[in-house]
């Protein structure tokens, strides 16, 4: 088969063999036509890759925009500065104030960790106290009013009593107290005596108070603080003992009066809710700086 060059060389030589000359003539027209088309078509043909291939690099380039990358930064900027003004106009309250400078446990509160941990001595014993700003972020105020509906209903009658007297005393109008739910905050408090074992007491810290839930002991210390998982694992397999709720009410009192004597009283659980604002805070601002420098980089 002949090429397209060679086809069109010899094109207008095969149509001058025509004896006519008008017919002579609109060979040569419709040759030169159909030469000027075949060397279209080979160009077009030699030619399309580079092309393509130009313009997909082109756009390649052009996908790649930064726009939302930059009011992303400049969304999280805006945040660090209200939560730092925010830092800078919000007193520290009391009670934290009073049991950091006061009271007798050192605090361990390490950046980008979510538990918080008090340590002290007393006597040869050691006594740890631990919670987590994970109480603030499962706190769900719907299920806290369904599990102290109960309590509310058979306290509501006294506590309306008592204010209709106070108010009558003080000859002042009572205004009713706000309807908001208080976190409730997870303490796990371990006792250590040197080769004696160990306490591990869990409890909620709410409304100013300390409720016992659980009292557990170890033979073994490392089984109260759980600190690797095979002692977490061995703890599980020692008998817990009863719910505190149900041991007698005069067992349950001593047992709250020591460890009021050791600092698990009224000033803890005032300090750990308004101390998890702190960390929470903390920890927020922290995670704006880090995510917008993450974003900023290149």
């Known amino acids: 088969m002949m090429s397209l060059r060679a086809f069109a060389r010899s094109a207008p030589r ?3 063999r025509v004896s006519s000359s008008s017919s002579s003539a609109a060979a040569r027209s419709q040759s030169a036509i159909r030469t000027s088309t075949l060397l279209s078509t080979r160009s077009a043909l030699l030619r399309p890759q580079q092309a393509s291939a130009f313009s997909t690099s082109l756009l390649r380039r052009s996908a790649l925009d930064y726009t939302v990358d930059e009011e992303l930064s400049q969304k999280l900027q805006s945040e660090i500065e209200y939560e730092k003004d925010v830092k800078e106009n919000e007193p520290m309250p009391a009670s934290v104030k009073d049991f950091l400078d006061n009271g007798p446990f050192e605090i361990e509160d390490v950046l980008g960790k979510e538990e918080v941990v008090l340590t002290r001595t007393y006597g040869n014993e050691k006594i740890t106290v631990s919670f987590s700003i994970a109480d603030l972020h499962n706190y769900d105020p719907d299920m806290y009013e369904e599990d ?3 309590a509310d209903e058979e306290v509501e009658g006294k506590k309306e009593a008592e204010n209709d007297l106070a108010a009558e005393a003080d000859g002042e109008n009572f205004e009713e107290e706000t309807t908001d739910n208080p976190v409730r905050c997870s303490l796990n408090v371990v006792v250590e005596k040197p080769g004696k074992g160990a306490l591990s007491i869990e409890a909620i ?3 100013g ?3 016992v839930e659980n009292v557990y002991f170890y033979k073994d210390p490392a089984m109260a603080r759980a600190a690797d998982p095979s002692a977490a694992h061995a703890a599980q397999a020692v008998y817990p003992g ?3 709720g149900t041991l007698d009410e005069d067992l349950q009192v001593l047992m709250e ?6 600092g698990i009283n009224q000033e803890l659980a005032l300090f750990v809710p308004d101390y998890m604002d ?4 903390k920890e927020y601002l922290a995670w704006l700086k880090n995510v917008k420098s993450f974003v ?3």
């Open 242 to 244: 009863p719910p505190f």
């Open 257 to 262: 009066r020591y460890l009021e004597d050791r």
């Open 209 to 211: 108070a300390i409720v």
């Open 278 to 281: 702190l960390k929470e805070e």
């Open 205 to 207: 810290a709410e409304d």
């Open 296 to 298: 900023d980089s290149q």
């Open 14 to 16: 095969a149509l001058t």
């Open 148 to 150: 102290n509906a109960l």
